[in-house]
């Protein structure tokens, strides 16, 4: 196999950005055969050249992989509900979609045009517990699909929005019956997790009295590429791998801010800082953009998410 360029040689934003579906869609392939990478991280995202000119990302160095022996049913974690309590809590829950739907105060997202069928209400319900957090996990469901504000008279059903049991995706490799090996490392510890770093579930879902029991999963090495992209646009002033911000060597009190940030999420000797910076990014994910993509250079505005 010819050897890849470093994601950093990227020509454009949009290029750039097309890279992470690529390994996004590597990730899948491996999970599908039950492994999972635990080091998605700068060094490990390279970029290869088809015969006819064109670029892809991969995700290569599985050595810190780790394979499951086999898949569990995922809807055995499905609450079980009684008929009554089910009755109950779907009245509140259409009654709360209905009212978002209405409502038309500040910082309140209109919700969905169009009714629910009784079988995404009982699903939402079994999986997310509460009527309040199941009406706003259907409707950013339905806003991602681009259903949210279609104003068809045929209410939404499992199939819209890809809850329907096909292609096995009931099924999931069921990572916490391998153990990795000895020591901490699972990854490359700036690009890590906050989850991982913690070795814990951060946050308790609703109807959990305590987190969950925690096991490295495919989520968090989506994560990590997600940690991938912010350091590349807080670092980097374009594409090129010598084209890192000056703006990091200086002592311009201006950017102050700018150098705490890279500083605390990624290049910091001390671990401590490392971890608890990523520990409190997880715990305070309200702050992220006035935190961290606000510094990011002017270049990357295009990929701001708002």
Known sequence: MPMGESIRRFCNPLELLSYFPDCIREQKRGHDKLIIHRDASIGNLLIFERSNGTTFGRLMDYDHAKKAKEKIDITSYIRDLSSSELDTKRKVLQYNLAYVRQRKA?????????????EVL???LKWVFEPGHAAKYIRDVADFTGLGNDASEKPLCLSDLGWDEKDGV???PDFANRKHGPGERTGTLPYMSGNVIARKTLHIP??????P?????AIHDVESLLWVLVNLCLTRKGPGAEMRREELYNESPSHKGLRKTVNALFE???????KETKIRRHRQWTTFGDEVVAYFHPY???LKPY
Do not use: I, M
Request: no cysteine.
């Open 170 to 172: 009931d099924k999931w």
């Open 300 to 302: 990357f505005e295009p």
């Open 106 to 118: 500040d910082n309140v997202v209109l919700g969905l045009n169009r009714q629910v069928d009784n």
């Open 268 to 274: 910091s000797k001390n671990d401590v800082t490392l």
């Open 206 to 211: 609703p109807g959990f009295k305590s987190p």
């Open 213 to 217: 029991p925690f096991v490295h999963d």
């Open 122 to 124: 009982d699903r939402a």
